[in-house]
């Protein structure tokens, strides 16, 4: 039961570190289309299409609403689109500026987070295999012991079977 306790432990610990690398995969790829777009919507209020497709380097109209939506959605800002005028009407946006300067820094914080976690990982991944062999080891040891059980078990059967064969 313990072994199986410390497999679920490190099953649910696999998930979770799983999940933290998607969220951070998340928050990376809507940081850049964030700190790419947004700190123009901080001084303009109006920000035209054509700037949007430059700035996020997207390829259709419908591929930079969508993420304009999502972040809406995600309440990244609060704005309008204005698809007839072929612009985004800007009522308030969340976070903060960051220079270019900074984002070394914040390439650096993010690759020694993702080394964390890979390290993180890997050590799970040992002592997952480290608790299957020790799970494998306490079966091999339950089977001999059931064995054994059922030789002595045989064994004192065929002595009470001769015992009372004698007695006869």
């Given at each position: 039961m313990r072994v199986q306790m410390h497999c679920w432990f490190f099953s649910f610990s696999l998930w979770f570190?799983?999940?933290?690398?998607?969220y951070l995969l998340f928050v990376c790829i809507y940081s850049c289309f964030y700190f790419n777009c947004f700190p123009t919507a901080v001084w303009c209020k109006i920000v035209f299409y054509d700037d949007l497709e430059r700035m996020l380097e997207t390829s259709s109209l419908r591929e930079l609403e969508d993420c304009v939506l999502e972040?809406?959605?995600?309440?990244l800002l609060m704005?309008?689109?204005?698809?007839?005028?072929?612009?985004m009407l800007v009522e308030w946006t969340f976070?903060?500026?960051?220079?270019?300067?900074?984002?070394?820094?914040?390439l650096a914080t993010l690759t020694k987070w993702q080394r964390n976690c890979e390290s993180t990982l890997k050590q799970l991944d040992r002592e997952i295999a480290d608790a299957n062999a020790r799970k494998a080891a306490r079966r091999n040891e339950m089977t001999e012991h059931e064995e054994r059980v059922a030789l002595i078990k045989t064994n004192i059967e065929s002595a009470t079977h001769n015992t009372l064969m004698g007695m006869q």
């Open positions: 570190v799983s999940v933290c690398c998607l972040c809406i959605d995600k309440e704005a309008k689109l204005d698809q007839r005028n072929r612009q976070g903060r500026d960051v220079l270019e300067t900074d984002l070394n820094g914040m």
